[in-house]
Structures are given as C-alpha cells and as structure tokens.
C-alpha cells in the first residue's frame, strides 16, 4: 500500500566523492601513523577519524600496508623542497620545516614509530628511497648526488629527531638565530660538495 511519501534529496543514497574519501584516509592514517605508530594504529581507528566506514580502507588501499605506504608517500613530499633556487636550498628546507604549519603530520614520526614493524620498516625505507632520496639525488645532480641526497637526509633527520622526539633544554625556547644558520649552511654544503 502506498502512502502517497515523496522522495527527497534526503531518501536519495549519497553520491560519494571517491577523491575526498581517498584523501580523507590519508589524512587520518598520516595522524594515526604519526602519534600511535604503524603497530599501535588500526583500520578502524583510522576509518573512524576520517568518518568513513572501515570497509572502504580495503576498497581504496586493499590493506593496512598499503594505505601506510600511501600515508608515508603522501607525507614525504620532496618537490615542495625543490622548488626554490639551488643557491637557497638550505634556507628554504630549514624554513619549511621551522616556519611551516604545525598542523601537519610529521612524516619523521611517521616513519620511525614503525621502524619496530618489520613490514613497515621495508616500506619507509622503499618509500624513503623512492620519494625523497632518488629525487632530490637526481636534482643534485653528479656522480656523488646520492651521497649528498643522503648527507640531507641524515642532517634533518638527526636535527628533527632531537628538536621534536628528544628535545633538548638548550632549544626549550625555540631554534634560536645561529642555530638556525647552522643548519641552513649545513644543508647548503651538503647539496654543493
């Protein structure tokens, strides 16, 4: 028996927008990754704080593994390091990091809260090498250019690990000027030499 009900746009199922999901994942599996772990950070943790059902982590990423490997490609975004003139290489670097948003996870936590995993340890150093080694030792350029890539690499994650995991009393009130100038000249040298 019919009951004279008119549909609405509210009874109609909801068209769902597959790239704001896609991202929307990322988003949180990067948040999750980057406070809990890869160990400590679940499917439907992650789903939840997207606002997605669990099931369609499976649909996008076809598992844990590859929505983590996603997560840490997304994060590890070189070419936003690339894009300033070789010469200001090292203040450009040092500024993203220093005067960048504080919002965005950070992919060095990403990366060593799953470094006890075995498997996402074979993903970050994949992903490590593919999405900022290789690249930035192709910018750089030379016979020597993966050395260098690698040289950049370790000054900012020793520099990083202890401002942000081990802080140091001595930075308790901020990267003070000289610091600062260090680090710019340290990367600087690392990408000419």
Request: net charge negative.
């Amino acid at each position: 028996m019919m009951t004279g009900h008119k549909s609405t746009i509210e009874d109609l199922p909801r068209k769902r927008d597959a790239e704001k999901t896609r991202a929307d994942l990322l988003a949180a599996a990067k948040q999750i990754f980057s406070t809990v772990g890869y160990a400590g950070g679940g499917v439907r943790e992650i789903a939840a704080l997207a606002g997605i059902d669990a099931a369609l982590v499976r649909r996008y990423f076809g598992s844990k593994e590859r929505l983590f490997a996603a997560a840490l490609a997304d994060a590890l975004d070189i070419d936003r390091m690339l894009d300033a003139p070789r010469e200001h290489f090292g203040q450009h670097v040092v500024a993203h990091f220093l005067d960048g948003s504080r919002d965005t996870p950070n992919p060095l936590l990403i990366m060593l809260l799953a470094m006890s995993d075995p498997t996402a340890r074979r993903i970050v150093l994949s992903t490590l090498d593919q999405r900022v080694i290789a690249p930035l030792a192709g910018w750089i350029g030379g016979a020597d250019g993966d050395l260098r890539a690698a040289r950049v690499s370790i000054l900012c994650s020793g520099f990083f690990t202890y401002w942000k995991l081990l802080p140091l009393d001595v930075f308790e009130s901020g990267i003070d000027a000289d610091t600062r100038r260090w680090l710019e000249d340290s990367l600087q040298s690392a990408i000419n030499h």
